[in-house]
């Protein structure tokens, strides 16, 4: 049976039925994953869920371990990462509300290290290409779902990863559209980046949630609006992962 992890933000809903499983019980190279770690079992799926910055969201992007969430997922014994996300566009026609399943993105970040060793005394690299970051089979997973269910969905993007915990100025903003970006965020490139070092095939299905700074409207976002666009967005995204597990097993099966 394979077991798959999902990497969620605060807006992702844990199943009922899943067990929490402390983070510090995972022993990494890297430190302590983040303590939010549940597993169980879906529809014949073994399941691990890491809320990356806890379901509080105590934890600001810049000081999320990605590499120890990564690691402890692979000794957990996962071979497959679905990351959710929310993201801002830098695209007009790219609306808030919309999903973006990304086929590459761009790390702007600085602070970070992003290299994964086997231990802590051979620090020998582990190389990974880099080219097609996504899994092209799981990018197509979460496509189909979205079809199936009809959600409409951008199946491919570039994201710009930048350094949080920081909204960009206009002119920041306008220069990551002229690098050739789709949507920004603070977290993807390095989770993306922590499992191809690890062999791990990663996707992602990313909500957007307002336009950056670039945009005239970009402040114009109420609270209510959002809340209610956050909770309808990872209700369709909860679909979107159910169905792509699903063919995920059906596949699996079929090999075995």
């Given amino acids: 049976m394979i077991r798959i992890a999902i990497i969620a933000g605060p807006g992702y809903k ?23 770690i549940y597993t169980g079992q879906i529809d014949r799926c073994e399941l691990v869920y890491l809320s990356r910055s806890g379901n509080d969201k105590a934890m600001q992007n810049t000081g999320i371990n990605c590499m120890a969430n990564l ?7 996962c071979k497959v990462i679905l990351s959710t996300s929310e993201c801002a566009s830098l695209q007009e026609e790219i609306c808030p509300g ?3 399943i990304p086929d590459q993105f ?13 231990d802590n005394t051979t620090l020998r690299m582990n190389r990974a290409n880099m080219a097609d970051p996504f899994s092209e089979e799981l990018r197509d997973h979460l496509t189909e779902a979205a079809i199936v269910q009809g959600i409409t969905v951008l199946n491919k993007g570039t994201v710009i990863t930048i350094e949080g915990y920081r909204h960009p100025t206009r002119a920041e903003s306008n220069f990551y559209r002229k690098l050739g970006g789709d949507v920004i965020d603070m977290t993807t490139s390095h989770e993306v980046i922590s499992a191809k070092l690890l062999g791990l095939p990663v996707a992602q299905v990313s909500l957007c949630t307002e336009y950056d700074s670039w945009h005239d409207n970009a402040d114009e976002n109420p609270v209510l609006h959002y809340a209610e666009m956050i909770r309808s967005g990872y209700e369709k995204i909860a679909g979107i992962i159910d169905y792509t597990m699903k063919r995920i097993r059906e596949e699996e099966g079929a090999v075995s």
């Fill in 14 to 36: 844990i199943p009922d039925h899943l067990k929490r499983l402390s983070g510090s019980s995972v022993k990494t190279p890297y430190g302590e994953p983040v303590y939010e």
């Fill in 98 to 100: 919309d999903f973006v």
């Fill in 71 to 77: 690691y402890a997922l692979k000794d957990l014994g």
């Fill in 106 to 118: 761009i790390d702007l970040t600085n602070s970070r290290i992003q290299n994964i060793h086997d």
